[in-house]
């Protein structure tokens, strides 16, 4: 038994199976239609039980490239459950696994990838983003062909980024209604708070007041039910006015003023320095 880690495949593609991988796969086929299966009806947990089941079998793959594609399959459907669960350390776990499958499949000629290997590589950028990763991000960026990075699962996360960079909040607040498969809704939802918070660092140096419909506007929230839990639970110091329907803003704790600076003894103590220096020279 190998002790390789289940993380990369097991043997090169150009080796033959013995018996034992033979049965491994064959009984592998079976727990992937039963993890396709749990994946389709959105059962988390039963999910994560096949997922483990096949991880022991992939332990005695061989390297041929039916046995590699296999596994990239069953690690994609694991980024997809971490995806439902919201589970970011195991999505980043089960991404770095399928990525060395990704890089033994384009060594072969026949086949270099997976149908799913462009909507899992485009989550894994939506995940950068979150994280602000952005080295990272433009590093993946560099390994995609040209026509990989045209697929609406690229694209997607590669025009929000240039969106966050630029400063474009409403085109990156609108992007949930347009987003290339609902796997990549929670990304944008972990987005939209980081945008929401960066508008409101703003909204709330730039006015002493507003009203709570153009707030719940600006911040594109759907009422304004969702600003008020908005900011019992990040923004405290605001006040909701109910009477005349107005958030009024705590103006920020400022740094030092020039009044507050002590010049008068500053000046006194720079020209006893400059006294002393003179007398000693």
């Known amino acids: 038994q190998s002790s390789k880690s289940n993380t990369e495949p097991t043997q090169q593609l150009s080796e033959p199976p013995s018996i034992q991988a033979i049965m491994s796969f064959e009984s592998a086929k079976s727990v992937l239609n039963n993890l396709n299966a749990k994946v389709v009806a959105g059962?988390?947990?039963?999910?994560?039980?096949?997922?483990?089941?096949?991880?022991?079998?992939?332990?005695?793959?061989?390297?041929?490239?039916?046995?590699?594609?296999?596994?990239?399959?069953?690690?994609?459907?694991?980024?997809?459950?971490?995806?439902?669960?919201?589970?970011?350390?195991?999505?980043?776990?089960?991404?770095?696994?399928v990525k060395s499958y990704y890089a033994a499949l384009t060594s072969t000629t026949s086949a270099s990838s997976t149908p799913k290997m462009c909507h899992i590589l485009g989550l894994n950028l939506m995940y950068l983003l979150v994280e602000n990763n952005l080295?990272?991000?433009?590093?993946?960026?560099?390994?995609?062909?040209?026509?990989?990075?045209?697929?609406?699962?690229?694209?997607?996360?590669?025009?929000?980024?240039?969106?966050?960079?630029?400063?474009?909040?409403?085109?990156?607040?609108?992007?949930?209604?347009?987003?290339?498969?609902?796997?990549?809704?929670?990304?944008?939802?972990?987005?939209l708070q980081t945008v929401r918070d960066s508008i409101a660092d703003c909204v709330e140096v730039s006015y002493k007041t507003m009203k709570m419909e153009d707030a719940v506007r600006m911040m594109k929230f759907d009422s304004r039910e969702e600003?008020?839990?908005?900011?019992?639970?990040c923004r405290d110091d605001w006040i909701v006015d109910d009477v005349s329907g107005e958030l009024c803003f705590q103006p920020p704790s400022g740094g030092a003023k020039a009044s507050d600076i002590p010049s008068q003894k500053l000046i006194a103590q720079t020209?006893?320095?400059?006294?002393e220096l003179e007398r000693i020279v």
């Not at 059962?43 to 990239?72: H, N, R, Y």
């Not at 996360?157 to 607040?173: A, F, H, K, T, W």
């Open 135 to 191: 080295s990272e991000f433009h590093a993946e960026l560099e390994l995609l062909s040209s026509s990989e990075a045209s697929t609406p699962f690229i694209s997607f996360p590669i025009n929000l980024e240039r969106q966050l960079m630029v400063g474009s909040y409403d085109e990156v607040l609108n992007a949930g209604t347009h987003v290339p498969d609902p796997s990549y809704t929670f990304f944008v939802d972990n987005l």
């Open 43 to 97: 059962d988390v947990e039963g999910g994560k039980s096949a997922l483990a089941e096949m991880k022991i079998l992939m332990l005695d793959f061989a390297g041929t490239e039916e046995c590699v594609t296999l596994a990239a399959t069953a690690l994609e459907f694991g980024v997809l459950l971490s995806v439902a669960d919201q589970d970011l350390e195991s999505f980043a776990r089960n991404v770095a696994q």
């Open 227 to 233: 600003l008020v839990e908005y900011i019992q639970e």
């Open 271 to 275: 020209l006893s320095y400059a006294t």
